[in-house]
């Protein structure tokens, strides 16, 4: 990641301390956002096979004690639906969240530059009355 943020442009980065810090909490937003896609694409290939799973039992000749079995599976078919739509729903909030935090530190990091510029061109002045 570092090897990332060094390709910018030095001077861009030296311009304003706002820019380094967008650039890392860009860095830090895409590998939380590709770790909730990596974590809701396990989840939805569990489901996938448990369907499988489920649809491969069915097939199969039904006695009496494998009755209280296809319940059973019923229920847990039901179960996976609703987990797979709790985790849409937990991973659009969280998506939601991130959004309004990258906000705040942006919002900061604005605000930091704000305060840093006069000090910044105080020190260029002092650069250019010794050079």
């Known amino acids: 990641m570092l090897g990332l943020y ?3 442009d030095m001077e861009q980065r030296q311009k304003s301390p706002a820019t380094g810090i967008s650039v890392a909490v860009g860095f830090w937003e895409d590998a939380v956002m590709n770790n909730i ?3 809701h694409e ?3 290939e569990h489901f996938r096979e448990e369907s499988e799973e489920f649809q491969n039992h069915q097939e ?3 006695s009496e004690s494998s009755r209280t079995d296809m319940s059973a599976w019923s229920c847990k ?3 996976q639906e609703l987990t797979s ?3 849409i729903l937990c991973r659009e909030a969280i998506k939601g969240d991130l959004k309004e935090i990258r906000a705040e530190v942006l919002a900061e ?3 930091a530059d704000s305060v840093c510029a ?3 061109h105080m020190r260029r002045s002092v650069l250019l009355k010794e050079g």
């Open 6 to 8: 060094q390709n910018f």
């Open 37 to 39: 896609d990596d974590e």
């Open 42 to 44: 396990r989840l939805v």
């Open 60 to 62: 199969t000749p039904v």
């Open 77 to 79: 078919s039901c179960n």
């Open 85 to 87: 739509e709790l985790a």
């Open 109 to 111: 990091a604005a605000e």
């Open 118 to 120: 006069p000090v910044d």
